[in-house]
């Protein structure tokens, strides 16, 4: 724990130009608890066609602080030392876990050494992305702005379903 605290306290400084293109402070609702929890997490960006964006948060299943954001549950996040109001959704199911994850190796081909997924011919290795699915999961969190009508689900689910797609294509 000492060393989310020396993140957070980096993040939340005027140094966090090093790591704030890739790490931002999460802080949820524990569903028990009630208690609020910040954490430091990596994080992949994704622009969408209208300017929109999804920020991917990959987590081990050993780990236990995503359960407390089934059912789309209301985040802060703070990127860049600017807060930003955001709905995180999760994916844990290994199937559909597998389908993100082919779309966030699509966004960030990088993550591949953290999941040990290898490509083969541009491909990722369709076996490492199923064990994989197996030992992950995934948040994507949607950034609320005024006016915005897609929730974090649908988006999610667009995005993985989509990856499918174009995994299937390659």
């Known amino acids: 724990m000492a060393f989310n605290g020396f993140m957070l306290g980096l993040l939340r400084s005027p140094l ?6 890739s790490m931002m402070v999460l802080t949820f609702t ?3 608890s009630g208690r609020r929890y910040t954490t430091p997490v990596n ?7 209208d300017g929109s964006e999804r920020l991917w948060v990959l987590s081990a299943r050993e780990r236990q602080w995503w359960r407390n954001l089934r059912g789309d549950q209301p985040v802060a996040l703070e990127m860049k ?15 559909e876990v597998e389908k993100a994850l082919a779309h966030v190796l ?4 990088s993550t591949a050494r953290l999941l040990k997924a290898p490509m083969h011919d541009g491909v990722f290795d369709i076996h490492a992305l199923r ?8 948040v994507c969190f949607t950034p609320q702005t005024k006016g915005a009508q ?3 689900n649908a ?9 499918v797609a174009s995994h299937a294509d390659a």
Not at 16 to 21: D, I, K, M, P
Not at 131 to 138: N, P, S, T, Y
Not at 155 to 163: D, I
């Open 16 to 21: 966090h130009g090093a790591l704030s293109g």
């Open 30 to 32: 524990g569903r028990r």
């Open 43 to 49: 994080y992949t960006r994704e622009t969408m066609d």
């Open 81 to 95: 030392r600017r807060p930003i109001a955001a709905i995180g959704h999760l994916i844990e199911q290994p199937a």
């Open 106 to 109: 699509a966004l960030s081909p």
């Open 131 to 138: 064990q994989a699915a197996q030992k992950w999961v995934i």
């Open 150 to 152: 897609v929730t974090a």
């Open 155 to 163: 988006a999610a689910n667009a995005a993985a379903n989509a990856a």
